[in-house]
């Protein structure tokens, strides 16, 4: 068509339907891209497994326990068989770790649950093995050995390991150390040390995606942490420290401590160089202890790190605002939130994954998270649980965030609805119902314990936190 030889009014008529064809194109793209952006993808988070083959043993004097005998002679692809036909077969209950029934339902709801939300990856947030596990071994095996210990703690974890990647068959699975992960003791950590040799070799099934696995074993046996880029979402970086190092509970080895944060700062400066948004994973929290903080109600504010690895953390996160999305600590076994402020725009959500181990009386649980596969910013999490106290009902969704706290939000993420959390009567009694996971056994359930649980979702620091504390609600 050659518009110089129209008339006016019919250019005029012309170039409006183009300007209209545009405007619909525009909002055709702009339609998609919305779409696109508010799509959801999954991911799972495990966290505090505590396995224990120890459950069914009896203190015996002048003999050791013939299960634990069993396994120790035993190659760790036969311990399935072993514990599937040991005598006692009841679930782990309140008050106690994971024995091997418990592992076997948690991981057939994890497959269950995995196959329904079709999840990217898999979260383990440390803690493998039991609480007192070197205690244990010594009284039912009678074995005083550290190679003996060293071996059985290797089976363990190669056993577990098995276990987790047969119940989770496709995608990357990302594990973190905890403090009872160790062949030196509880909180104890060796940089370069045969642990993390050789744990590097049994963790290395769990990642598929070749660059990651060469990620994963370039810096793992350092002192456990590593990073690595999805391979599903290259603009997502997840960071997975060990936080042992920091631990105010850890004779730390400081410059190992400090060559992790330094590695941690590198990592930061890699991704935002890439234009990647990060996730970070560890065991150990940052922040204030509040448990620790009230049971020793004299002796001050209890922090889980040193204050001085809480103040380089988080002056390293300040270095690259809204980098961060989220932070994901496991270790109290309790499933609550915090909302870490870098400035005044910059919050970082914050959550925990509850335990599969009910060793402190909450139920065993573990979450699904949904974020944006653009922003990656968190957009929801679900709690899956198995209420011991009425078996009967089994494993079931115990509650999704977006829906029990909706605030003013109609389509908020995560990150926003936490920043409206408020301290009004039932979002007060909603937020203690699940941070036991469907239990009452915490101090939260004490009405003149909730100011330390409030302040603890806004306070990082021990003198923030006591501020808080000292102008209560």
């Given at each position: 068509?050659?518009?110089a030889?129209?008339?006016?009014s019919?250019?005029?008529?012309?170039?409006?339907?183009?300007?209209?064809?545009?405007?619909?194109?525009c909002?055709?793209?702009?339609?998609?891209?919305?779409?696109?952006s508010?799509?959801?993808?999954?991911f799972l988070?495990?966290?505090?497994?505590h396995?224990?083959?120890?459950?069914?043993?009896k203190?015996?004097r002048l003999?050791?326990?013939?299960?634990?005998?069993?396994?120790?002679?035993?190659?760790?692809?036969?311990w399935k068989?072993?514990?599937?036909?040991?005598?006692?077969k009841?679930?782990?209950?309140?008050?106690?770790?994971?024995?091997?029934?418990?592992?076997?339902?948690?991981?057939?709801?994890?497959?269950?649950?995995?196959?329904?939300?079709?999840?990217?990856?898999t979260l383990?947030?440390?803690?493998?093995?039991?609480?007192?596990?070197?205690?244990?071994?010594?009284?039912?095996?009678?074995?005083?050995?550290?190679?003996?210990?060293?071996?059985?703690?290797?089976?363990?974890?190669?056993?577990?390991?098995?276990?987790?990647r047969?119940?989770?068959?496709?995608?990357?699975?990302?594990p973190?150390?905890g403090?009872?992960?160790?062949y030196?003791?509880?909180?104890?950590?060796?940089?370069?040390?045969?642990f993390?040799?050789?744990?590097e070799?049994?963790?290395s099934?769990?990642?598929k995606?070749?660059?990651?696995?060469?990620?994963?074993?370039?810096?793992?046996?350092?002192?456990?942490?590593y990073?690595?880029?999805?391979?599903?979402?290259?603009?997502?970086?997840?960071?997975?420290?060990?936080?042992v190092?920091?631990?105010?509970?850890a004779?730390?080895?400081?410059?190992?401590?400090?060559t992790?944060l330094?590695?941690f700062?590198?990592?930061?400066?890699?991704?935002?160089?890439?234009?990647?948004?990060?996730?970070?994973?560890?065991?150990?929290?940052?922040?204030?202890d509040?448990?620790?903080?009230?049971?020793?109600?004299?002796?001050?504010?209890?922090?889980?790190?040193?204050?001085?690895?809480?103040?380089?953390f988080?002056?390293?996160?300040?270095?690259?605002p809204?980098?961060?999305?989220?932070?994901?600590?496991?270790?109290i076994?309790?499933?609550?939130?915090q909302?870490?402020s870098?400035?005044?725009?910059?919050d970082?959500?914050?959550?925990?994954?509850?335990?599969?181990?009910?060793?402190f009386?909450?139920?065993?649980?573990?979450?699904?998270?949904s974020?944006?596969?653009?922003?990656?910013q968190l957009?929801?999490?679900?709690?899956?649980?198995?209420?011991?106290?009425d078996?009967?009902k089994?494993?079931q969704?115990e509650?999704?965030?977006?829906s029990?706290?909706?605030?003013?939000?109609?389509d908020?993420?995560?990150?926003?609805?936490?920043q409206?959390?408020t301290?009004e009567?039932?979002?007060?009694?909603?937020f203690?119902?699940?941070?036991?996971v469907?239990?009452?056994?915490?101090?939260i359930?004490?009405?003149?314990?909730?100011q330390?649980?409030?302040?603890?979702?806004?306070?990082?620091?021990?003198?923030?936190f006591?501020?808080?504390?000292?102008?209560p609600l």
């Open positions: 068509m050659n518009v030889r129209l008339s006016l019919r250019r005029l008529k012309f170039f409006l339907l183009i300007g209209m064809l545009l405007i619909t194109s909002q055709k793209v702009f339609a998609l891209s919305e779409k696109v508010s799509a959801s993808e999954t988070s495990v966290a505090d497994i396995f224990t083959p120890f459950t069914s043993c203190v015996l003999t050791a326990c013939p299960l634990i005998v069993k396994l120790m002679k035993a190659k760790y692809e036969d068989n072993i514990l599937e036909n040991d005598d006692n009841a679930m782990s209950t309140y008050g106690q770790d994971t024995n091997y029934f418990l592992l076997k339902s948690s991981l057939s709801e994890i497959q269950n649950i995995r196959a329904k939300e079709k999840t990217r990856f383990i947030l440390g803690d493998f093995l039991a609480h007192n596990y070197r205690e244990q071994y010594v009284l039912y095996s009678h074995d005083h050995t550290q190679a003996g210990y060293n071996n059985f703690v290797k089976k363990t974890l190669q056993f577990l390991t098995a276990e987790i047969q119940a989770i068959p496709a995608g990357d699975i990302y973190a150390i403090n009872n992960d160790s030196t003791g509880d909180y104890s950590v060796v940089p370069h040390g045969v993390f040799q050789e744990t070799k049994t963790w099934v769990f990642i995606d070749e660059n990651n696995l060469k990620s994963f074993q370039k810096s793992f046996s350092t002192a456990g942490y990073s690595i880029t999805s391979p599903i979402n290259k603009n997502m970086r997840i960071i997975v420290l060990d936080t190092l920091f631990s105010s509970s004779t730390t080895d400081q410059d190992a401590a400090h992790e330094q590695w700062s590198k990592e930061l400066g890699e991704a935002a160089k890439q234009k990647q948004h990060v996730l970070i994973a560890f065991h150990i929290p940052v922040g204030v509040v448990y620790r903080t009230l049971k020793k109600a004299f002796g001050g504010i209890k922090e889980f790190w040193q204050p001085e690895f809480t103040n380089l988080q002056t390293k996160l300040q270095e690259y809204g980098l961060v999305t989220a932070i994901l600590p496991g270790h076994h309790m499933d609550t939130f909302v870490l870098l400035s005044k725009v910059d970082v959500p914050v959550s925990y994954t509850p335990s599969i181990s009910p060793i009386g909450n139920n065993p649980a573990f979450k699904i998270y974020y944006d596969p653009v922003t990656i957009k929801n999490y679900e709690t899956y649980y198995y209420p011991l106290n078996a009967k089994g494993w969704q509650y999704s965030f977006n029990t706290y909706k605030f003013a939000c109609t908020c993420d995560l990150k926003k609805r936490m409206q959390f301290s009567k039932r979002v007060v009694s909603l203690r119902e699940y941070y036991a469907g239990k009452h056994g915490q101090p359930a004490e009405e003149n314990n909730w330390h649980y409030w302040c603890h979702i806004r306070s990082f620091t021990k003198s923030d006591k501020t808080c504390i000292d102008h």
